[in-house]
């Protein structure tokens, strides 16, 4: 039986403030897809003010088809005090029709082409444990899996009540 390969064209650039609704869309349907569907609280005006203002906050790539946003890859500059300068890669999602083409590949892709290209000394970000294909992606690619370490996060209201303690 002979395999018959689909080409599946799209295109990876910056995102626009044009782009936040999609953005926002997608970063929703992540939050779904980690079982956590009401976690998402930013708005469109949030990305906008954040990602677009004179000190952007971040930046973001995008896989575009016919002028729709099918992926996105969220990152942004932080400091390692063993490496100094680093990306944190928050978001790499795609929407779930257009999975298994090649989209995620390419917008991880630009994000460590974009690393490389201003000198940063590493790329880190989260995965949840039970994402196995997407730990077997990353590793295959070179990426170290760190099964010793574990996230730590203090919410805006238990910060409040540490404070007031």
Avoid: C
């Avoid at 080409?7 to 956590?36: P, Y």
């Avoid at 795609?94 to 690393?115: C, E, F, H, Q, S």
């Amino acid at each position: 039986m002979t395999k018959f390969l689909i080409k599946m064209d799209f295109n990876i650039r910056l995102g626009e403030e044009k782009d936040m609704q999609s953005v926002l869309k997608l970063i929703t349907e992540l939050a779904v897809f980690e079982k956590e569907p009401d976690a998402v609280e930013i708005t469109v005006k949030d990305l906008i003010r954040d990602g677009f203002s004179g000190t952007p906050k971040f930046k973001v790539f995008v896989a575009e088809q016919e002028s729709n946003i099918i992926g996105i890859a969220l990152f942004y500059e932080r400091y390692s005090t063993w490496k100094g300068n680093a990306i944190h890669l928050e978001d790499l999602i795609v929407t779930k029709n257009k999975r298994n083409i090649g989209v995620g590949k390419a917008l991880y892709t630009a994000v460590l082409k974009y690393a490389h290209k201003n000198n940063y000394n590493r790329v880190a970000w989260e995965v949840l444990d039970w994402n196995t294909n997407a730990i077997a992606f990353y590793e295959s690619t070179g990426a170290s899996y760190l099964k010793e370490w574990s996230v730590v996060q203090m919410s805006k209201e238990n910060i409040a009540k540490f404070i007031k303690e």
